[in-house]
């Protein structure tokens, strides 16, 4: 298998298997257009490191505004290093801007967070 299939399998399983906080944030800006721009759920990005293809997994990508958008829970504390070298990774490999909210902002409110992310636009 390819690591791009496996990127698209991975992605598959995440979509099935959403956090709380993640259906929540979908349901707020899917299947409509969220201030004119098109959000896309656990999508694949392809990358290289140490001469070796890889992936992540953004949790929610906005293609035309270059924007990942992370929505992170408990595990992200214990993390933050790989965090942030996923960040710079994307940031300088793909030219894309990444924004973290936590599980807690999206579920106590989430209106809260779209305006910070109407914001960026």
């Given at each position: 298998?390819?690591?791009?299939?496996?990127a698209?399998?991975?992605?598959?399983?995440l979509?099935?298997?959403?956090?709380?906080?993640?259906?929540?944030?979908?349901?707020?800006?899917?299947?409509?257009?969220?201030?004119?721009?098109?959000?896309?759920?656990?999508?694949?990005?392809?990358?290289?490191?140490?001469?070796?293809?890889?992936?992540f997994?953004?949790?929610?990508?906005?293609?035309?505004?270059?924007?990942?958008?992370?929505?992170?829970?408990?595990?992200?504390?214990?993390?933050?290093?790989?965090?942030?070298?996923?960040?710079?990774?994307?940031?300088?490999?793909?030219?894309?801007?990444?924004?973290?909210?936590?599980?807690?902002e999206?579920?106590?409110?989430?209106?809260?967070?779209?305006?910070?992310?109407?914001?960026?636009?």
């Open positions: 298998m390819s690591i791009k299939q496996l698209i399998q991975t992605a598959r399983f979509r099935k298997n959403q956090t709380k906080a993640e259906k929540v944030f979908w349901h707020a800006v899917r299947s409509k257009y969220f201030y004119g721009k098109k959000i896309r759920r656990q999508h694949p990005l392809l990358y290289e490191y140490d001469g070796k293809e890889k992936f997994i953004a949790d929610f990508y906005c293609p035309g505004l270059d924007l990942i958008i992370e929505i992170d829970g408990g595990v992200h504390e214990q993390q933050q290093d790989y965090d942030q070298i996923r960040s710079e990774i994307l940031e300088v490999q793909h030219k894309l801007r990444v924004v973290r909210f936590t599980n807690k999206v579920l106590t409110d989430i209106n809260h967070v779209l305006n910070q992310l109407k914001q960026l636009f």
